[in-house]
Nanobody
C-alpha cells in the first residue's frame, strides 16, 4: 500500500522558516520524481518544487531562492526547506510521487504577517 505522509507544517511569523517532510512507504522512492504542491483557500493547487530521480530541481518563480527541495532515497524521505516565509505562502502543502501519481494528505502551513 502506497503512503505519503507529510509533516512539519504549522504557524510561523513572516520571515520565519519551516521544514516539511514527506515519508514514503510502499514505493521505491529512487524510482520516481517527487514534488511539493500547495493549495491556498479558494485557489487551485499549484506546483512549488520538484526533484527528479537524477536530483534535478525546479521551483515556482514565487519560491525560487527561498525554498529548497531535497530527497533521501535511503530513508524514503523528501524535504522542503522553506525560508523567508511570506503570508502568501499560507496553504496546505502536498507531497506528490509523480511516477505513481500518488498524493499525500497534506500539511497546513500558516504564515502570519
Amino acid at each position: 500500500q502506497v503512503q505519503l505522509v507529510e509533516s512539519g507544517g504549522g504557524l510561523v511569523q513572516a520571515g520565519g522558516s519551516l521544514t516539511l517532510s514527506c515519508a514514503a512507504s510502499g514505493i521505491i522512492l529512487r524510482l520516481t520524481d517527487m514534488g511539493w504542491y500547495r493549495q491556498a483557500p479558494g485557489k487551485q493547487r499549484e506546483l512549488v518544487a520538484t526533484v527528479t530521480t537524477s536530483l534535478t530541481t525546479e521551483y515556482a518563480d514565487s519560491v525560487q531562492g527561498r525554498f529548497t527541495i531535497s530527497r533521501d532515497n535511503a530513508k524514503n524521505m523528501v524535504y522542503l526547506q522553506m525560508n523567508t516565509l511570506k503570508p502568501e505562502d499560507t496553504a496546505v502543502y502536498y507531497c506528490y510521487a509523480r511516477g505513481f501519481n500518488y498524493w499525500g494528505q497534506g500539511t497546513q502551513v500558516t504564515v502570519s504577517p
